[in-house]
């Protein structure tokens, strides 16, 4: 059993955060900060090229970082690769000691460095966690036996600031019913209409990591409500990151803030730093933890 698994079998509040596989060779800042934060993260997630921005894959680092005591979560997108390579890459994880799995569509490579490069989208989300079912299960997308099984803990992800919350909540429904055991959302910035969403979906009695992407300005919060889905910004955050004296001291009490207004909601929540992983802990104290 993971330390995830155990933490949010156990109904303790978890941490976990992000950390970007670097663009190129380069391993010494991801290792830092994974070093820095190993005692207060209960996994990293490692992204899967994130923003379809080729990057060092995150298996390879997965290991890396297991080798120095530090756990994990494999995001795998289904933007890049087929069925085959799919199921080969949570093999593979599986027999390099990674158990926690992210599973998700992916963005398309349009928005990216790469925008030439051809989608596949061969699996969704759903179709990504029935094939890890599968493996468990001992078997493959096409019926074939294999010769041993791995185990995963099942991850996905969820909108929270959608206007047709009743579909992305249908959608995280049949998530759950094609094998999510955990989720991870987007960023939240509204406290108030995330504990709506989470009366929505108590029902449904699976945990949720709420998450929070920290605001390094207020250029990039404006950035965001106009250009990702499902990531309002409220105008009064804009403001507090436009007049500070300091946009990181804004920052982490912004964050610490949110991340203290939605831990009796849920059970945990996943820090998006985005090259702030040094101020992790100081968000955290912040948030009274």
């Known amino acids: 059993m993971s330390h995830l698994s155990d933490s949010l079998a156990n109904n303790s509040f978890t941490l976990t955060a992000e950390l970007n596989p670097p663009k190129g060779a380069d391993l010494s800042d991801l290792f830092a900060a994974g070093e820095a934060l190993k005692d207060l993260v209960t996994a990293f997630n490692l992204t899967d090229s994130a923003a379809s921005r080729m990057a060092m894959a995150p298996l390879a680092v997965a290991r890396l970082l297991k080798e120095r005591g530090i756990e994990s979560t494999l995001q795998i997108a289904g933007r890049d690769r087929n069925r085959l390579a799919i199921q080969a890459d949570m ?26 490069a051809k989608p ?21 997308l096409a019926g074939n036996t294999l010769k041993g099984s791995p185990s995963f803990l099942r991850g996905a992800v969820v909108n929270v600031a959608v206007p047709d919350l009743g579909k992305e909540i249908r959608r995280m429904e049949g998530k759950i019913e094609a094998g999510a055991e955990f989720f ?14 989470m009366k929505r979906v ?88």
């Open 120 to 140: 596949v989208f061969d699996l969704g989300a759903e179709d990504i966690l029935k094939a890890a079912v599968g493996l468990e299960s001992g078997h493959d």
């Open 202 to 289: 108590e029902g449904l009695k699976v945990p949720v990591l709420a998450g929070i992407i920290m605001l390094k300005s207020a250029r990039q919060a404006r950035y965001m409500t106009e250009k990702i889905p499902g990531v309002v910004v409220p105008d009064p955050l804009v403001d507090e990151l436009e007049n500070a004296e300091s946009r990181v001291a804004a920052s982490v009490s912004m964050a610490g803030r949110i991340v203290g207004d939605v831990a009796p909601m849920c059970q945990g929540v996943h820090i998006m730093a985005i090259g702030w992983e040094r101020r992790i802990a100081a968000v955290m104290e912040a948030a009274g933890f």
């Open 91 to 116: 093999l593979a994880a599986h027999a390099l000691g990674v158990e926690n799995i992210v599973c998700m569509t992916g963005d398309p490579p349009s928005g990216g460095d790469h925008p030439d």
């Open 184 to 197: 991870q959302t987007n960023a939240v910035y509204d406290a108030d209409g995330f504990e709506a969403f």
